[in-house]
């Protein structure tokens, strides 16, 4: 399979990963084109896919902060009907060979859902797999949903002397997600 990044808004690649996304997340927890759009555009976001031929097997989509270290993972989903092979443990492989290649980023971001649920759980199993780590117990509900989410993290380089605070993570990931929807 072939990984590809692109830090452009890239249509034709777009229209190849809608589907998987859109199927993936659903109405409420997706963020809307023209607002991938605008991030793409304002130079918060990135597009990685694992494809072949020209059949895309899964999709991520990252942001970061201009001069950040920091690269949250806001989106990563496999077509349905390859779940369970081991597709998404690969292309969360290749992006994290990327992010180490990107020399600005130390860390990589994800936000969970920590209600006790089997799917939640899953999930995080599924990050623990790819080599992220629960930062501390810390919970954040965001204004507009019900759930509760926690912060895990994937360090690049060395550790930080100062450990990480699950709070200040989410804090962190509260600040991009207002950025990331204002247009310009």
């Known amino acids: 399979m072939k990984f590809i990044t692109t830090k452009q808004w890239d249509e034709n690649l777009w229209q190849k990963t809608r589907d998987i996304y859109n199927l993936a997340f659903g109405e409420h927890a997706r963020k809307p084109e023209k607002i991938i759009r605008n991030m793409f555009a304002r130079g918060l976001s990135s597009l990685h896919v694992l494809m072949e031929g020209d059949e895309v097997f899964a999709m991520a989509l990252t942001g970061s902060m201009p001069s950040s270290s920091v690269l949250l993972l806001d989106y990563l989903a496999v077509r349905q009907d390859l779940r369970g092979q081991g597709i998404g443990i690969e292309i969360c492989d290749c992006m994290v060979d ?13 936000e969970v859902e920590c209600d006790v649920t089997p799917e939640n759980q899953a999930r995080i199993q599924f990050w623990e797999k790819c080599g992220f780590q629960l930062l501390d117990d810390y919970q954040h509900c965001y204004k507009w949903g019900p759930q509760h989410y926690m912060a895990m993290v994937l360090f690049l380089k060395n550790k930080p002397a ?6 200040d993570s989410l804090k962190y990931m ?11």
Request: charged content about 30%; cysteine-free; glycine content about 4%.
């Open 98 to 110: 990327w992010a180490r290649s990107e020399t600005q980023f130390k860390r990589i971001l994800v």
């Open 174 to 184: 509260a600040a991009f997600h207002k950025e990331s929807y204002k247009l310009t």
């Open 162 to 167: 100062t450990p990480l605070k699950g709070e």
